[in-house]
């Protein structure tokens, strides 16, 4: 069946630091993926839009130039936490929309980020 | 802006027991999705339903839209340890389809 495969699974930085996540359609195309973030113990918070060959869409409230996202492919996009701070640990997880299989939606494995 | 509530937040619930977890939207929905996602994993899609009093069963898990596709419901009967898990419901939003995620509620079982 269809896959989204995120990576890294778990990632440690130092504060001020940036760190990239990707998240991989693995065997359909998507030009729409989606970035979530996810406390503990709480509901899945849309973060931004990830749109294929242009600009992502950023909810409100999230700063664009600290989450720098890249949909450079149809099988590929990518989250990056800039200058990281402790406050941005969390759980970054990603979604793709499979038009061919009826538009079921796809989440990845998620990413663990901890900064220290 | 809209507005996706689940009830209970949590259920402990005694293995071969059921229960019901409940969702609602504070404006009509066009579908409404179920997620559960296990403990430490992600997400993984359950069901959709599109019509107004809908039903739909998935072995021991029944889900149902309502009349008037503001709110639905998923009822597990005769609990197992593998139901474990945090239920999401999620809706599209009126303006720009995104989906909208319920808090979710998380299940315990008892032995």
């Known amino acids: 069946g269809a896959v989204v495969s995120q990576h890294p699974s778990w990632v440690i930085c130092k504060s001020g630091t940036s760190v990239k996540i990707e998240c991989r359609s693995l065997d359909f195309q998507a030009t729409t993926m989606f970035w979530y973030r996810q406390f503990p113990k709480q509901s899945l918070m849309l973060m931004a839009t990830?749109?294929?060959?242009?600009?992502?869409?950023?909810e409100q409230g999230v700063e664009k130039d600290k989450f720098l996202i890249n949909h450079a492919s149809l099988t590929l996009s990518t989250l990056t936490v800039t200058s990281a701070h402790p406050e941005d640990s969390s759980f970054y997880i990603c979604?793709?929309?499979?038009?061919?299989?009826?538009?079921?939606?796809?989440f990845g494995e998620g990413s663990w980020l901890t900064v220290v | 802006g809209q507005q996706v509530m689940q009830i209970p937040q949590y259920q402990h619930v005694q293995e071969g027991e059921d229960f019901t977890t409940y969702c609602n939207s504070s404006t009509t929905l066009s579908n409404i999705q179920w997620y559960k996602q296990r403990p430490g994993g992600h997400p993984v899609f359950l069901i959709q339903l599109v019509k107004s009093g809908e039903v739909k069963k998935q072995k021991r898990l029944t889900f149902q839209f309502g009349e008037a596709k503001k709110n639905s419901s998923l009822h597990i009967t005769a609990t197992q340890t593998t139901d474990v898990g945090t239920y999401f419901c999620?809706?599209?939003?009126?303006?720009?389809?995104?989906?909208?995620f319920g808090a979710g509620t998380t299940v315990t079982v008892r032995a």
């Open positions: 979604s793709a929309e499979n038009w061919d299989g009826g538009g079921t939606i796809y």
């Open positions: 999620a809706g599209p939003r009126s303006n720009d389809y995104k989906l909208s």
């Open positions: 990830s749109n294929e060959g242009s600009k992502a869409t950023y």
